[in-house]
Each structure stands twice: as structure tokens, then as C-alpha cells.
């Protein structure tokens, strides 16, 4: 079974970078569509990003376009969000999920799910 462990959150001032990390274990990302959402205090989770398991589909909230980008390492092992411009509206937790069918995890509905990591954008 998928296992994934969300890290590389904290605090940051507006207009810095993050790169959080999503790390596969038991087994590889093949096959899998991989992507990151987010919560913040007292608001739905949304969407920011997806990765199809090729790499080669991937979907950007606009919230985000322009400054967050989604990739995989050529071994499938971490999908990482490498986030830059960041404001405070960016502050919430990020999770990672999974799953085989792309369409679940671009509605952010995937099987497998990481702890998530706390993101805090100053001002």
C-alpha cells in the first residue's frame, strides 16, 4: 500500500520560497497521479497542483500559476512543490495525495493522503 510523508513546510516572510517534499514509501509513484492541497484556518481544502504519474499533465490552481510548480523525480520516489512569491494568503497545511486515477486527485479526492505540512506565510 502507498504511504506518503509531507515535509519542507514552516515560516517564511512574504516573497520567499519553500519546497515541500512528498516521499512515496512501499512503493514508487508509477502509476499513480500525485498532487498537493491545501487548508487553511476555517476554509475548505483547495487544490494546488497535480502531477500525472509521466509527468507529462499537470494542473495549477490560479491562485498559484506563475509561482508554484509541481515535479517528479525521475525515480518516482518524491514529488516535490516548489513554491516562490509566497504571500500570506499562501499560510495553511499542504497534503499530499494519490492515486491511480488522475481525475480523483484533481478533485482532490485521492485514496492515499500524507500528514500534511504547516505552512506560514509573515507579512
Known amino acids: 500500500q502507498l504511504q506518503l510523508v509531507d515535509s519542507g513546510g514552516g515560516l517564511v516572510q512574504a516573497g520567499g520560497s519553500l519546497r515541500l517534499s512528498c516521499a512515496a514509501s512501499?512503493?514508487?509513484?508509477?502509476?499513480?497521479?500525485v498532487g498537493w492541497c491545501r487548508q487553511a484556518l476555517e476554509k475548505e481544502r483547495e487544490l494546488v497542483a497535480v502531477?500525472?504519474?509521466?509527468?507529462?499533465?499537470?494542473d495549477d490552481a490560479d491562485s498559484v500559476k506563475g509561482r508554484f510548480t509541481i515535479s517528479m523525480d525521475d525515480a518516482k520516489n518524491t514529488v516535490w512543490l516548489q513554491m516562490n512569491s509566497l504571500e500570506p494568503k499562501d499560510t495553511a497545511v499542504y497534503y499530499c495525495?494519490?492515486?491511480?486515477?488522475?481525475?480523483?486527485?484533481?478533485?482532490?479526492?485521492?485514496?492515499?493522503w500524507g500528514q500534511g505540512t504547516q505552512v506560514t506565510v509573515s507579512s
Open positions: 495525495n494519490a492515486d491511480q486515477d488522475f481525475g480523483m486527485v484533481l478533485l482532490g479526492r485521492g485514496d492515499y
Open positions: 512501499e512503493r514508487t509513484f508509477s502509476s499513480y497521479a
Open positions: 502531477i500525472s504519474w509521466s509527468g507529462t499533465s499537470r
